[in-house]
């Protein structure tokens, strides 16, 4: 099979394998850029049947379009990236707040309803709070049920 360079392909790989490159080891694969176009080079050394070297075959590959894929997949992966944390952020952002601060502040509601008297509504639905949690309404259904102190019981107390 024959390939039919154009004089300018025949340019170009003047610019891409010199003398030097030439003299070098059987089979040499380097990179080089003309005009700012890297190009993957490879040289194969061609031996004849008696083993002796006959000729070296130069190949390149521009490498511009890998390039750019490798820069547009390296764009692709950061919004990927990116979208995961806003997606995990926003998982924890709705866990933290309907698995601990709803009921927490239900549970501060609670408190304040206790304090200023109101005795009549129990905690419900204790058994989903979390370990700690249902010890602060374990501890509100105390109070709660405890009888309040008379205006009595502090006038029997002596200095």
Known sequence: KYIKFHS??????????????????????YTRSVLDVPY?????????SAGDPIGKIAMARDFSSSR??????LVWQGLLALSAIVLLAG???????????????MLSQQFVKLAEGRR??????????????????Q?????????????????????
Do not use: Y
């Open 120 to 137: 009549d509504q129990p905690i419900a639905e204790t058994e989903i709070l979390c370990d700690e949690m249902q010890a602060l309404a």
């Open 40 to 48: 993957g080079v490879v040289l194969l050394t061609l031996f004849n």
């Open 8 to 29: 300018t392909n025949w340019a170009l790989m003047k610019e891409l394998v010199g003398e030097g490159d030439l003299s070098g080891p059987a089979e040499t694969q």
């Open 91 to 105: 998982m924890i952002l709705f866990v933290v707040r309907g698995l601990l601060l709803r009921p927490l502040e």
């Open 68 to 73: 750019a894929a490798a820069s547009r997949s």
């Open 139 to 159: 501890a509100h259904e105390q109070l709660r049920t405890k009888p309040p102190l008379s205006a009595d019981t502090d006038k029997k107390v002596s200095p």
